[in-house]
């Protein structure tokens, strides 16, 4: 019954237009960086958690079937964010001390989570599913591993607030391995993360082939051109550029951030490596009254509500919020890592940083 409920949810909201982008890149030194923008049309009251290891989370069925709820614990400490409007440690963003790095995004009107029946013994809630893969799984392919052999569901008595959470999810670790993970048809789909990139719906094979009608688009452009008598000359460098998609649907961020992460200059270090990954997120960047949608004949805004910049092989992470996109905090994820107690922190009350004046410097 809940596929039904929760496929028919996905395609009423499939046109409020909630928006996510996650990309990956190297450095030529190896480190590897991910980031993403998070979208969304409602408060979710962002929060940052610090989960030491030992953390418990649930492990449990539909109630319907009354099958065994399991408390274990994580086995790696990790950060997260989640929605502090939902219960427990519900978390769609993250990075675990193994250098494992998560982002989950929206995937209205095409997922579809598996079916736990009586006979099963591994289930988990998507809502507990951040926590399992994050606090159990060093690597890509531990977790890739691990996936087929756990049932991931859903139905309409979890408190997933104003949208259901349809989501899938990119995995990304130090070595630079990335899969996504998605559940169509109640199956689970296990794509290797070509494009190091992800965006929304439709689902990740589709974007990779419509990635195949861009495949014109390039750094260069003509010099010039003799029509006639008359000698043409460019306007200004980036007409191979010409025909990208400017707008903020998931196909368009998806082939303008592919795009610009393949043909930007690689980065020498890690700290070069997140000022890259700045670059490439502000060209996905949403800011409130441009991508508009209707919800229940309410016009709502899909904006950038939050940004995540990891440095997955240091344990560095950055981030900013909407209020704050001028500066970004940083966190030392070694010292979080090594505490022994859970944290909690709205995005928003983080100590943003002002920007200092320099006027000074220009004066006599």
Request: glycine fraction near 8%; charge should be negative; aromatic fraction near 8%.
């Amino acid at each position: 019954m809940f596929k039904k409920v929760i496929l028919c949810l996905g395609l009423a909201t499939a046109n409020v237009a909630l928006a996510c982008t996650a990309v990956d890149i190297q450095t030529r030194d190896g480190s590897v960086i991910a980031g993403r923008t998070m979208e969304w049309s409602y408060d979710m009251q962002w929060q940052l958690m610090s989960l030491p290891k030992g953390t418990e989370f649930n492990m449990s069925a539909p109630e319907s079937l009354k099958l065994l709820n399991r408390l274990e614990k994580t086995k790696y400490a990790f950060v997260g964010i989640g929605p502090a409007i939902l219960p427990g440690n519900t978390v769609l963003e993250g990075q675990n001390s193994a250098g494992l790095g998560m982002s989950g995004n929206f995937l209205p009107g095409f997922t579809q989570y598996q079916t736990v029946t009586a006979q099963d013994t591994q289930y988990v809630s998507i809502l507990d599913f951040g926590t399992w893969a994050l606090g159990n799984f060093a690597t890509v392919a531990e977790i890739r591993a691990a996936l087929p052999g756990i049932k991931v569901w859903a139905d309409d008595t979890l408190a997933s607030g104003p949208t259901p959470p349809t989501l899938h999810f990119v995995f990304t670790d130090k070595s630079n391995a990335s899969i996504v993970v998605e559940y169509v048809g109640g199956q689970l789909k296990i794509y290797d993360n070509a494009a190091h990139t992800l965006t929304n719906a439709p689902t990740y094979d589709w974007h990779l082939t419509n990635l195949r009608n861009y495949l014109n688009l390039n750094v260069d452009s003509d010099k010039s051109l003799r029509t006639g008598t008359v000698d043409l000359t460019q306007i200004g460098a980036g007409g191979g550029m010409t025909g990208m998609p400017g707008d903020y649907t998931p196909p368009s961020r998806m082939v303008r951030a592919a795009f610009l992460r393949h043909y930007a200059t690689q980065a020498a270090s890690a700290p070069e490596g997140m000022e890259l990954m700045g670059h490439i997120l502000n060209n996905v960047d949403v800011p409130i009254g441009v991508a508009m949608s209707q919800d229940h004949g309410k016009s709502i805004a899909d904006y950038t509500q939050f940004v995540v910049i990891k440095d997955l092989t240091h344990n560095k992470m950055l981030v900013t919020d909407y209020t704050h996109r001028l500066n970004y905090v940083s966190l030392d994820l070694d010292k979080l890592f090594a505490q022994t107690v859970a944290t909690k922190v709205q995005i928003s009350a983080l100590p943003y940083p002002t920007a200092p004046d320099a006027t000074t410097s220009l004066m006599k």
